[in-house]
């Protein structure tokens, strides 16, 4: 078993990031327990700046047993997850930023890539899903343009095309985070 507690004062973090369960992601009212774990969370580390991991909407066919609180719709589920960063996260001046994968994600959708993302409806596949969530985080931790990157994980399983929609989609989730951007890229191959 391995503790936060110790987790927390293992290395010299330059950053610790939180998130909420994908379930309650937009649920402000299970927000409540943040200011305390972040309280407990620098009590331990408080020389690592703290990072909110925005989540995904779930897949529009996800079975997930938390996706009929959004009337099983991903946008509204998108639209809740965004509300609860407005109203729980940003205002707290201990986040130094919002990593926000949901919104790349929801950007990617609008590709070709489609609502195809998640493996089980709600956990990022391990190819392109996955991949768009790294690149988030390298973008957003780092402020490198991730234009530049051409590092492919998985090229049996993504394509050039598909390299160049995650790029797309991170890029203007990194401009709009809170936002959907349509991507221009509604054509494209996959291996």
């Not at 919104?103 to 998640?118: K, M």
Request: hydrophobic share 35%; charged share 20%.
């Amino acid at each position: 078993q391995y503790r936060m507690s110790d987790a927390l004062v293992e290395e010299d973090w330059d950053y610790i990031t939180l998130q909420q369960n994908s379930g309650s992601s937009g649920d402000s009212e299970s927000f409540a327990a943040l200011s305390p774990l972040m309280d407990y969370v620098q009590q331990k580390n408080s020389t690592a700046k703290l990072v909110w991991h925005m989540t995904w909407a779930y897949q529009a066919d996800c079975t997930h047993e938390e996706f009929p609180k959004y009337d099983n719709d991903q946008q509204k589920m998108y639209g809740m997850i965004v509300d609860c960063v407005h109203q729980c996260v940003l205002p707290d001046s201990r986040f130094a930023f919002v990593i926000p994968a949901g919104t790349a994600i929801q950007n990617a959708r609008t590709s070709f890539l489609g609502d195809t993302l998640t493996r089980d409806g709600f956990h990022l596949d391990y190819h392109i899903g996955r991949y768009i969530a790294g690149l988030t985080w390298y973008a957003a931790i780092t402020g490198r343009p991730v234009d530049e990157i051409t590092y492919n994980p998985s090229p049996e399983h993504i394509s050039e095309d598909m390299l160049a929609a995650a790029r797309e989609a991170v890029q203007n989730a990194i401009l709009a985070p809170y936002a959907v951007t349509p991507s221009a890229r509604i054509e494209g191959t996959r291996p």
